[in-house]
């Protein structure tokens, strides 16, 4: 299983954090995510966008509109339900982490 693989299982995650940091546009995120990880990682537009829509719909967070050099450009921002989904996806994540790590790694 290739890390990508692993990593898409936890977009919402990864895009909520980053906008816990600051309101970001789509590209702007993106090109965040390719500099944390070196260039080992970059979601499609697809995939970003559909995540966007997702979290929306689901309440985490809210676009408007903001002008930019040339064009508007739509900006996204977390939510106090995004804040508490993502404390609570982080716990879940160092529970799993811990569990995994159990099994791999400290099983003879």
Do not use: C, P
Not at 6 to 17: C, M, P, S, V, Y
Not at 71 to 100: F, M, P, V
Request: hydrophobic content about 35%; overall charge neutral.
């Amino acid at each position: 299983m290739l890390t990508g693989d692993l990593l898409r299982g936890h977009t919402d995650a990864i895009i909520l954090k980053l906008l816990n940091i600051k309101d970001s546009y789509g590209y702007e995120l993106n090109n965040q995510i390719s500099i944390l990880t070196n260039n080992n990682f970059t979601l499609t537009e697809a995939t970003l966008y559909t995540t966007f829509k997702r979290l929306e719909r689901n309440g985490y967070i809210v676009s408007y509109w903001l002008d930019g050099i040339i064009t508007k450009r739509k900006y996204y921002s977390i939510t106090k339900s995004g804040k508490e989904y993502l404390a609570s996806h982080i716990e879940a994540w160092d529970d799993a982490q811990n569990i995994i790590n159990k099994i791999l790694k400290e099983t003879n």
